[in-house]
């Protein structure tokens, strides 16, 4: 795995087209997978290729956790606060990736999760997520989640890239990232 200070495999696609620094929704259907109820990703504000991510999820009554989670309290649950992490450190990975359509960017770890406040029903979280370690395959990604400047949620998270074909629960430990 390399420091993504120094030259990255990934370096070597590196085109002399611009870089999209901000995505709209439709944009981001693009390149995630992930749908209604399961998108937490709204919009992305900045993005720094291969290095940094900064996204909004906007969250509304209408989510159907909040069903359950809690009836009269309602409260994001936590682990939905670092899914959201995971998915803004997958759509800024998998914007390198020429093949996407026929790769899926797994979750495989979650480390330092800690839960600062809850987020609640009108809340605005800004997901910031900066790379710490980066090959063509795996990932180490810490991510922050602000509500109204304040940290809500932050977590270290491992991912690795598998084709779409590949058997679910079958990724390899990533004990070397």
């Not at 709204?42 to 291969?50: A, P, T």
């Not at 009554?61 to 649950?77: A, D, L, N, S």
């Not at 979650?110 to 910031?128: N, Y």
């Amino acid at each position: 795995m390399t420091d993504t200070n120094q030259t990255t495999e990934v370096a070597a696609t590196e085109t002399s087209v611009p870089a999209k620094t901000a995505m709209e929704i439709g944009d981001i259907f693009a390149i995630l997978p992930h749908r209604y109820p399961f998108l937490l990703i709204d919009r992305v504000i900045e993005l720094v290729r291969m290095k940094s991510i900064v996204a909004l999820k906007n969250v509304t009554i209408t989510e159907p956790f909040f069903q359950g989670h809690f009836p009269g309290k309602p409260i994001m649950p936590g682990v939905l606060i670092v899914e959201a992490i995971a998915q803004a450190g997958g759509l800024l990975l998998l914007t390198e990736v020429p093949n996407r359509e026929e790769m899926l960017m797994v979750f495989t770890g979650i480390e330092k999760a800690r839960f600062r406040r809850p987020v609640v029903p009108g809340d605005q979280l800004r997901i910031e997520v900066v790379v710490r370690a980066w090959r063509m395959t795996a990932a180490r990604l810490e991510g922050k989640a602000y509500v109204d400047g304040k940290v809500a949620a932050e977590a270290t998270v491992t991912c690795r890239l598998v084709p779409r074909a590949m058997s679910a629960g079958i990724a390899e430990s990533e004990e070397n990232l």
